[in-house]
Each structure stands twice: as C-alpha cells, then as structure tokens.
C-alpha cells in the first residue's frame, strides 16, 4: 500500500511508464498495447500515449511487421557505465570479431550483475545458421560458459559461499545441480582457463568462454563464443578453448592488466 507521503509525491504518468518498462523487460519477445493495458489494467489511452513517447525517444521499439513493442537497446547504453566498463566493449569488439572470422562462430561479450551474466555485445557468425542473442539477456551463471568463467575468477573462500547461495535451475539433463559438482568444475575451469557450457542450458547449444580482467586483475568481463553442438564437436573443444582463452588474455591486456602470459 502507498503511503500518504508517497502518494503526495508520486507521479501517475512516470509511475506507468516504468511499470510498463519493467513488465516488457519481463516480455522479451514483446507486447502491443492492447496486451499491456490487459496484463496491467491500465487505460489503453494512456497506454498508447506512453508507448508513443517512449518509442519516440527511442526506448521502446515495434517489432517488424508486428504491432508489438519490445525494449530498445538505448536502455542498455545507459546502463553500461553502470554494469560493464565501456572500455571493455571497445577493446573487446576487434578480437571478437577476429575470433569470429577464425571459428565463424557467433562471439558474445557481457558482464556479471549481482546473481547473473548480462549479454553487452555480439559479433555474429558467418554460417548460414548462427546464434543471434540480443544484448540485454540475462542468464544463470551455473550454466553459462560466461557464467562459471566469473565465478571461476573469484578468491576460493568467496566462490564456495557464492556458488552455495545460487539457485542451480534444472534446465537439461547436462545441467549441474549440485553445489558440490559446480565448485568441482569451477576448480577445472581455473586451471583450464576457459569454460564449457555443453548444452547445460539449450539443448543443440555448446559455449565457450573466458574472463577478462581489469588493470588491478579485477573481473571486467568474459568472452564467449556459441555453435550448435552439431558443429562444435567434443574434440574441437580443447582447441576452439584455447583461441578463446588467447582473445580474452589479449584484451584484458589491452585494458592494462599485466597479471597474464598472453600468447
């Protein structure tokens, strides 16, 4: 319930718009004005009206040959100081991209945000088939490739009460469960310096990724790249590990970290 003072103070229009900003968040694959006035019980012409100066301020957009509105990418811009150093985006874009062009292979780049990995960047792939994820996503770290590359880069004693803090979701027969197994890995990640999500979230996908560090060798971000696991066979793995390892030592030493061997 809204307090009397909160209620003094509350703007109904802006109050609107960030709960519609907040449930398209929640919708990624869009909803039209009709579907958003329903789901919040909020007049379809105030809702309109909202839609039509967030999309022309550019932060909401129609989906194509639809009438549904989803989240533009401007909100995300704004949030980068916030969640990610944009040097590391700059730095980041040439490798993937020369990643990309040895693999062929969709390369992502994103941050770690409290309990989740967050998609900042993506070069796609030169097969006919590849991965398109929009920046934005979040995703569980326990299963991403990205995901165990943070977790893997912390001191011991903060990763084992980390990791026994996540929820470890259940999403395929790969996926780890157990705290004990996840810290097992997180241990060979370590050593490997990459990681594997071999269809722990998506069946059909296989990722791999590596951290990026700071100057002080604080967590910047990762690297990852993402193949149908038809393409990305087991005993590519090793290999396709250690280009994506060289790529992510290359840019943290470009970010000035000289805590690394880069190759």
């Known amino acids: 319930m809204i307090s009397s003072t909160e209620q003094k103070y509350n703007v109904p229009g802006l109050d609107r718009a960030l709960t519609i900003i907040e449930l398209l968040n929640d919708r990624p694959a869009g909803l039209s004005v009709n579907e958003i006035s329903a789901e919040l019980a909020f007049p379809v012409n105030s809702v309109y009206r909202i839609m039509s100066t967030l999309e022309r301020r550019n932060y909401v957009v129609k989906r194509a040959g639809k009438s549904g509105y989803v989240l533009s990418d401007k909100l995300l811009g704004l949030a980068t100081p916030v969640v990610g150093s944009p040097s590391f985006i700059e730095n980041a874009i040439p490798c993937m991209r020369e990643l990309r062009d040895q693999t062929k292979e969709s390369m992502l780049a994103g941050v770690m945000l409290e309990e989740e990995g967050v998609v900042l960047e993506q070069v796609e792939g030169l097969h006919n088939f590849s991965f398109n994820v929009k920046p934005g996503l979040r995703f569980p770290l326990h299963t991403a490739a990205p995901g165990k590359a943070f977790l ?73 790249l993402v193949a149908p696991s038809s393409r990305l066979q087991e005993k590519d793995v090793p290999r396709i590990g250690q280009l994506v390892k060289g790529g992510a030592e290359r840019i943290s030493a470009s970010l000035g970290c000289v805590f690394l061997q880069v190759a």
Request: proline share 1%; hydrophobic share 40%.
């Open 152 to 224: 893997a880069q912390m001191p011991l004693s903060r990763r084992e009460k980390f990791v026994k803090q996540l929820d470890l979701k259940n999403f395929t027969s790969n996926t780890i469960t157990t705290h004990r197994a996840l810290l097992e890995e997180l241990e060979e990640v370590s050593e490997l310096g990459y990681a594997v999500d071999k269809e722990e979230e998506m069946e059909g996908q296989t990722c791999i990724g590596s951290a990026v560090l700071n100057r002080d060798a604080s967590l910047a971000g990762a690297i990852w």
